[in-house]
């Protein structure tokens, strides 16, 4: 059987990221037959639709639009920002939905985790990254949503994840893979 590939897109860029720990801790969850790979974003250039209209794709462009016709699932791991998602984060879904027509996101089952450095979990991200993935067709896990406040406190002192932190993460990864085998 082939694995089915999911990619991983992480809301921040920061070095020292928590968002891009839970990633990389969430690459080692992926079940037998399952693959988990992050794709960056950080190196998209600003969506401009003239790029597209004029032939001038950049290469970056060409290269994170190829690799995500190529996975059959989307996981978002992300901060919030001013209340809302990422920008970057933002920029790798326009740039992922164009050129108009190939919308290269469309029917990917999808799960949002969110984060936050206090008590507030990026709530406020979680659900504009939900409002757009309707309009791009990822259908996303609606059970468990997963918020994650105070998120320093999901790492112990040697930088992995708590217990209670990688049991709560793995049911939650279990339970979008379980969906995923039901709608893919
Ligand atoms: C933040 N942070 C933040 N936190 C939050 O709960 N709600 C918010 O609206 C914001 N807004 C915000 C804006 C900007 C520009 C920055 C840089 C930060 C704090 C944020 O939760 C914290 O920096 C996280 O640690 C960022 O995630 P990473 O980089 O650790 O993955």
């Known amino acids: 059987m082939h694995k089915k590939s999911i990619g991983l897109f992480v809301g921040s860029l920061r070095t020292a990221s928590y968002s891009k720990k839970l990633a990389n801790a969430i690459i080692s969850m992926a079940p037998d037959g399952f693959d988990f790979t992050i794709i960056p974003i950080g190196n998209l250039p600003l969506y401009n639709q003239d790029y597209d ?43 992922g939905s164009r050129p108009y027509g190939k919308n290269n996101w469309n029917g990917r089952p999808g799960m949002v985790i969110s984060c936050s450095a206090g008590g507030l979990s990026g709530f ?53 893979v379980e969906w995923f085998g039901k709608i893919a």
Do not use: M, W
């Open 53 to 95: 209209d004029h032939n001038q794709v950049p290469e970056a462009y060409t290269v994170f639009r190829e690799a995500l016709a190529q996975v059959h699932g989307v996981i978002f791991i992300t901060p919030e920002y001013n209340r809302s998602l990422p920008a970057v984060l933002k920029n790798a879904l326009d740039v």
């Open 124 to 176: 406020g991200a979680n659900h504009h990254l939900r409002q757009s993935l309707v309009f791009l067709n990822v259908p996303v896990l609606q059970q468990p949503e997963v918020y994650l406040a105070n998120v320093k406190d999901c790492f112990d002192e040697t930088g992995a994840l708590t217990e209670r932190s990688a049991k709560f993460l793995q049911k939650a990864v279990d339970a979008y």
